[in-house]
């Protein structure tokens, strides 16, 4: 018998949210909705297991939230919230938990505090609902005038998780089909079994509607800190070669530049300035010249790599601009190429990304076109 299982909803198509991607899988912070929802149970150690239900159109975007968590495979929802559940439970016949907490993917907020009170709170009673006192004064409305005051002591705001053992809900559901209720509490109280109020924690939203998802964005950004830093690299032309990397990007040139990798001057710049600004050290620490793997490797896998690390810490990368400091080759032609590249390779949108070329008026090092020097800054945000 499994430990607590968790089943995520995320069949729902968002009609209150309005347009075509469904509301799980827009972004929030550089992760979809329901990549957040997933993290949070898939990392915690109480649960043994967890499993989506999907719309049978969103497994590619299903796919992409759930890379590289640890999940059970997921299964097709139905019409309805209720129904979706219902499917889902029926699922984890074979696993048989003892306990079933079953949380809406629209949630991205859930906290591990939230999740113990209601597993705890299933070792006492065959149900346990999240949820916070109404705060305001609740109204009765009539033709647009006010027509009674509700007393709102004992009024609740139901959240998710709610938890169950599971034998129960399984049963409970499959005893009110037809009926249409709008949380699985609802589905317990028909069985007559007990739910226990446990706190749940008001930063625990559903999104419902696209100003919901703008709100969640100002909480998440309150939540983080950006942290910005600067890379600096230099390499020497080499007559040899007759191609320059930049950005990715291949240049004819008379020359090459001269290095262990592909010597992409501004690649490296810019995963120095990435990896700065989440204090991960510099790109010879991680990809030391001196290790045979990276003897002419593409320099896009170093950011890549710098990117990587920026998710591994729930971050993300805010903006990034790149200075290529050389007489020649003319940079200008490539710039747009240069930027898409960058783009790409830190999965950002191109808005974030800025590439810009200068000469140095024939002075220095790069003036005499000896070689090429590169700066870059890097802004990320990390959750505090
Ligand atoms: N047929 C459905 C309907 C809803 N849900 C899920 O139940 C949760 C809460 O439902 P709700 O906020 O109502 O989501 P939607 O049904 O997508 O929204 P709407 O009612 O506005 O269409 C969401 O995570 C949603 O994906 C589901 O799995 N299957
Ligand atoms: C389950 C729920 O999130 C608890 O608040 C809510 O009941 C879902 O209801 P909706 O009508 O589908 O938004």
């Given at each position: 018998m499994a430990k607590t299982v968790v089943l995520v909803v995320a069949?729902?198509?968002g009609r209150r949210f309005?347009?075509?991607?469904?509301?799980?899988y827009h972004d929030l912070a550089g992760r979809m909705v329901l990549r957040h929802t997933l993290a949070a149970f898939a990392t915690n150690?109480?649960?043994g297991a967890v499993r989506a239900v999907i719309h049978p159109d969103d497994r590619q975007l299903y796919d992409m939230a759930a890379a590289g968590l640890n999940l059970l495979e997921p299964v097709h929802g139905g019409e309805t919230r209720q129904d979706s559940v219902r499917l889902g439970l029926d699922s984890l016949k074979d696993l048989a938990p003892a306990k079933v907490l079953i949380h809406d993917g629209?949630?991205?907020?859930?906290?591990h505090g939230t999740i113990g009170r209601v597993i705890r709170a299933l070792d006492r009673h065959p149900g346990a609902l999240p949820a916070v006192p109404v705060a305001d004064t609740l109204k009765k409305g009539k033709d647009g005038f006010v027509a009674d005051t509700v007393d709102r002591s004992n009024l609740f705001r139901a959240q998710t998780p709610q938890g169950f053992r599971y034998a129960d809900i399984v049963a409970a559901h499959h005893a009110v089909i037809g009926l249409e209720l709008t949380d699985d509490a609802a589905v317990a109280e028909k069985a007559g079994l007990a739910v226990e109020l446990v706190a749940g924690a008001e930063?625990?939203?559903?999104?419902?509607?696209a100003a919901d998802l703008e709100r969640a964005r100002h909480l998440f950004e309150g939540a983080g800190e950006v942290r910005s830093a600067s890379g600096y690299d230099v390499h020497r032309f080499d007559p040899a070669k007759k191609t320059v990397w930049l950005c990715g990007i291949e240049i004819p040139h008379e020359s090459g530049l001269e290095g262990?990798?592909?010597?992409d001057v501004a690649l490296h710049a810019l995963t120095d300035a990435v990896l700065g600004a989440i204090s991960a050290g510099d790109i010879g620490h991680h990809f030391?010249?001196?290790?045979?793997?990276?003897?002419?490797?593409?320099s896009d896998q170093f950011l890549a790599h710098a990117g990587s690390l920026v998710a591994a810490k729930g971050g993300r990368i805010v903006n990034v601009d790149v200075t290529v400091i050389c007489?020649?080759?003319?940079v200008g032609p490539h710039r747009a190429a240069m930027a898409a590249r960058v783009a790409d390779i830190l999965g950002i949108?191109?808005?974030?990304v800025s590439v810009k070329a200068t000469t140095t008026?024939?002075?220095?090092f790069t003036g005499r076109q000896e070689g090429i020097a590169a700066q870059a800054m890097a802004s990320v945000w990390l959750p505090r």
């Amino acid at each position: 018998m499994a430990k607590t299982v968790v089943l995520v909803v995320a069949a729902g198509r968002g009609r209150r949210f309005g347009g075509d991607l469904p509301k799980q899988y827009h972004d929030l912070a550089g992760r979809m909705v329901l990549r957040h929802t997933l993290a949070a149970f898939a990392t915690n150690p109480e649960i043994g297991a967890v499993r989506a239900v999907i719309h049978p159109d969103d497994r590619q975007l299903y796919d992409m939230a759930a890379a590289g968590l640890n999940l059970l495979e997921p299964v097709h929802g139905g019409e309805t919230r209720q129904d979706s559940v219902r499917l889902g439970l029926d699922s984890l016949k074979d696993l048989a938990p003892a306990k079933v907490l079953i949380h809406d993917g629209a949630r991205p907020f859930i906290d591990h505090g939230t999740i113990g009170r209601v597993i705890r709170a299933l070792d006492r009673h065959p149900g346990a609902l999240p949820a916070v006192p109404v705060a305001d004064t609740l109204k009765k409305g009539k033709d647009g005038f006010v027509a009674d005051t509700v007393d709102r002591s004992n009024l609740f705001r139901a959240q998710t998780p709610q938890g169950f053992r599971y034998a129960d809900i399984v049963a409970a559901h499959h005893a009110v089909i037809g009926l249409e209720l709008t949380d699985d509490a609802a589905v317990a109280e028909k069985a007559g079994l007990a739910v226990e109020l446990v706190a749940g924690a008001e930063d625990n939203v559903k999104l419902t509607t696209a100003a919901d998802l703008e709100r969640a964005r100002h909480l998440f950004e309150g939540a983080g800190e950006v942290r910005s830093a600067s890379g600096y690299d230099v390499h020497r032309f080499d007559p040899a070669k007759k191609t320059v990397w930049l950005c990715g990007i291949e240049i004819p040139h008379e020359s090459g530049l001269e290095g262990h990798s592909d010597a992409d001057v501004a690649l490296h710049a810019l995963t120095d300035a990435v990896l700065g600004a989440i204090s991960a050290g510099d790109i010879g620490h991680h990809f030391p010249p001196t290790d045979a793997r990276w003897k002419g490797a593409a320099s896009d896998q170093f950011l890549a790599h710098a990117g990587s690390l920026v998710a591994a810490k729930g971050g993300r990368i805010v903006n990034v601009d790149v200075t290529v400091i050389c007489e020649r080759p003319k940079v200008g032609p490539h710039r747009a190429a240069m930027a898409a590249r960058v783009a790409d390779i830190l999965g950002i949108s191109q808005d974030r990304v800025s590439v810009k070329a200068t000469t140095t008026e024939g002075l220095g090092f790069t003036g005499r076109q000896e070689g090429i020097a590169a700066q870059a800054m890097a802004s990320v945000w990390l959750p505090r």
